[in-house]
């Protein structure tokens, strides 16, 4: 994929995390700025994107198609990959009956059932160290990872899976292994969140109350994008006058409204001390390739300047 | 072709019993779930409809606070009611506690009270039967096991937790049955002589329970034995509840009604839902697009306005860009309508200028997807 960078060539943010997990309410935007994001960085360094999201949207949205035993190349510096809990589990399961005959009968059939129901939150956390592995690697070759993340609920859950192991198994390999999971999530320099909202009302709420659980659990948060800005067009008093052009005028207003949401949107999030940074509204019949690259150089920007 | 269908045609919410709202998350099916229950009830009818996690508005909305777990009547001040029917009209509402429902199943169905209280202090209950995913979906269908078999209720109208998958809920019973089943039971809660008769498949699940204990240090084989143990008397009754619940879910008077919005990967999802209930046999009575853009003006209005030149420029600029997220849309919804399956049928349900607050805008929503 090709594109023109605008942005000014300076170094990256000397202190942005390894990591960076995107999330956010449903429907925020959450994998077109996780792809965005990860192509943006790929200018400056080899990214890695992955996609935790099931249905692959922000893989697709870089025309990717990874599956879950192999990264998909997009560019020369950036890849992506696919992780889910379900795979993760495969291979644990895989690491411990090694005969694959039976292993692979046993994910087939309903045991794998029980044993998942059985180990509450064990996919979630062999999720974690999963990341934290590639987070490793990532330090090791000086790589970004960008994480789609699911929505917001079932992230916090999942961030929140390896201080919970901590507690439930008081001392032996698993306390240090959530142990360790645990201290890379509370890592500033290795991991941070993310949040993407969207100027309405129910969105930027849940990113508020969510930027004050990361703050309880202490983990990082660089900041939120607010996604789908429009541009402003009218003047104050402007649509005064237009009485006789009924809904004009109310497609007018739908405008200012917008517009005056994402200010309001803007000021909420940085009174609750989030750095913001406002991605535009694309009035655009088509959203794919050209579009995540618009996004892509307002993100390099944003990336340099910060 | 998408106008046309919905002009044509809607829900007839008076020929069902059961509508069960189905969709990934934040697409609007806890509002959308209102809407019908309050049109329903101002047409005369009986309503319920459980919610699972709804917006603070939508419980004000709705005269409930956060921990109404037992259906309470909702006041329907501002709506409409058809005056023949008053007498009958009445709505209730609940929110889904999925913790509390489990704990009540339990308390009603445990052979004895050592038996309630092994299963309730037991680890694995206690981690199960918190947030943890599959439990939320299995306790909404008990709960609306028991609020369908009330004679005194025309309608129950059912929103479901937000899933990734369309089977996620519909297919709950059958995880939790798996889990509790018979076999489980004897396989996690024998002593190891007697392992001889289990296939390899289900001594591997053994293997990796203990080979997780070892590495862990967790026990959690034996808690999973006594957890399993726990319910060994009342499996019965779950499979039981678990085969009606199915039955209803298939019955004809039952509406299943997926709901999604129009963002091109939204209906990406609808669709991939679509497909995963039509495998497993379920029909799909209408797919709901929530939020979706109302038609748009002329553009030739703005240019017989009389107005300053520079504000008609806007004005045309402004209509040319909402122009573009309508063809975006209609694209999108053009895909839907390809993987629509036959007898069901697409309606849309345009985008409210604020938040739905009140009754009167829940009326107003689920009005538009009703027969008139």
């Known amino acids: 994929m090709s594109r023109t960078s605008t942005s000014p060539r300076r170094t990256a943010q000397p202190n942005l995390p390894r990591v960076l997990f995107v999330t956010g309410k449903g429907g925020s935007g959450k994998s077109t700025v996780a792809a965005a994001l990860a192509l943006a960085l790929s200018d400056k360094k080899r990214t890695t994107l992955a996609d935790l999201d099931g249905h692959l949207a922000a893989a697709n949205l870089l025309g990717s198609m990874p599956n879950d035993e192999e990264p998909a190349r997009v560019s020369e510096k950036l890849e992506v990959i696919a992780l889910s809990q379900r795979t993760e589990l495969t291979s644990f399961i895989r690491r411990i009956v090694p005969i694959a005959a039976i292993s692979n009968r046993m994910l087939r059939s309903r045991t794998f059932g029980y044993v998942t129901a059985a180990l509450p939150g064990l996919e979630a956390f062999l999720l974690i160290e999963r990341l934290r592995m590639i987070a490793g690697d990532a330090a090791l070759h000086d790589r970004f990872l960008v994480v789609d993340a699911p929505a917001t609920g079932t992230a916090l859950e999942l961030l929140a899976v390896a201080g919970g192991l901590q507690g439930l198994a008081p001392a032996g390999t698993l306390n240090r292994l959530a142990g360790e999971a645990q201290a890379f999530l509370l890592d500033p320099d290795r991991f941070a969140v993310l949040l993407t909202v969207t100027p309405e009302e129910l969105a930027l709420r849940e990113a508020i109350e969510t930027a004050a659980k990361l703050r309880d659990g202490r983990i990082r948060i660089v900041g939120a994008i607010l996604n789908r800005v429009p541009e402003a067009l009218f003047e104050k008093d402007e649509l005064d006058s237009l009485d006789a052009l009924g809904t004009h005028r109310s497609l007018a207003q739908k405008r200012v409204a917008e517009r005056a949401a994402a200010s309001t949107a803007r000021a909420l999030l940085e009174r609750a001390g989030m750095t913001t940074l406002e991605l535009p509204m694309l009035y655009r019949a088509a959203f794919d390739e050209g579009e995540i690259s618009m996004l892509a150089n307002k993100l390099s920007g944003w990336l340099m300047a910060s | ?372």
């Open chain 2, 1 to 372: 072709m998408v106008d046309g269908i919905v002009k044509r045609r809607g829900i007839d919410l008076n020929s069902y019993r059961l509508v069960v709202c189905l969709g990934p998350g934040g697409v609007g099916k806890t509002t959308v779930s209102a809407a019908l229950a309050v049109t329903s009830a101002s047409g005369g009818r009986a309503v319920d409809v459980m919610t699972v996690d709804p917006a603070p508005r939508l419980l004000d909305a709705l005269g409930l606070d956060a921990d109404a777990s037992e259906p309470r009547t909702v006041a329907l001040d501002g709506v409409r009611i058809r005056s023949a029917a008053a007498k009958r009209a009445r709505l209730r509402a609940l929110k889904l506690d999925p913790k509390q429902t489990f704990d009540t199943i339990v308390g009603r169905y445990a052979p004895s009270a050592a038996a309630r209280e092994a299963i309730l202090s037991n680890r694995i209950y206690r981690n199960l039967s918190g947030a943890l995913a599959g439990v939320g979906d299995y306790m909404a269908m008990e709960k609306l096991l028991e609020l369908a078999s009330d004679s005194a209720t025309d309608m129950v109208v059912l929103d479901t937790p937000p899933a990734a998958e369309a089977l996620d809920f519909l297919d709950a019973p059958r995880r939790l049955l798996e889990l509790l089943s018979s076999r489980a039971v004897t396989l996690l809660g024998a002593p190891a002589g007697l392992l001889r008769q289990f296939r390899l498949v289900d001594l591997a699940a053994r293997a990796v329970l203990s080979a997780f204990d070892r590495v862990t240090g967790l026990n959690l084989l034996r808690d999973v034995q006594g957890f399993v143990r726990g319910f060994e008397g009342m499996y019965e009754g779950f499979a039981e509840r678990a085969k009606r619940a199915d039955a209803l879910l298939r019955a004809p008077d039952t509406a299943i009604v997926l709901v999604t919005t129009p963002e091109t990967a939204r209906i990406a999802q609808a669709r991939e839902f679509l497909d995963a209930l039509g495998k497993a046999g379920l029909s799909v009575s209408a797919v709901v697009v929530n939020r979706a853009m109302p038609p748009l003006p002329d553009a030739r209005e703005i240019t017989a306005a009389k107005i300053p030149p520079a504000l008609k420029q806007k004005l045309k600029r402004n209509l040319a860009d909402y122009a573009a997220l309508k063809e975006r849309e209609t694209r999108s919804l053009d895909a839907l309508s390809e993987a629509l399956p036959s007898g069901a049928q697409l309606l849309l349900s345009p985008e409210l200028d604020h938040e739905p607050k009140t009754l009167a805008d829940l009326a107003s929503i689920g009005t538009s997807l009703r027969i008139a």
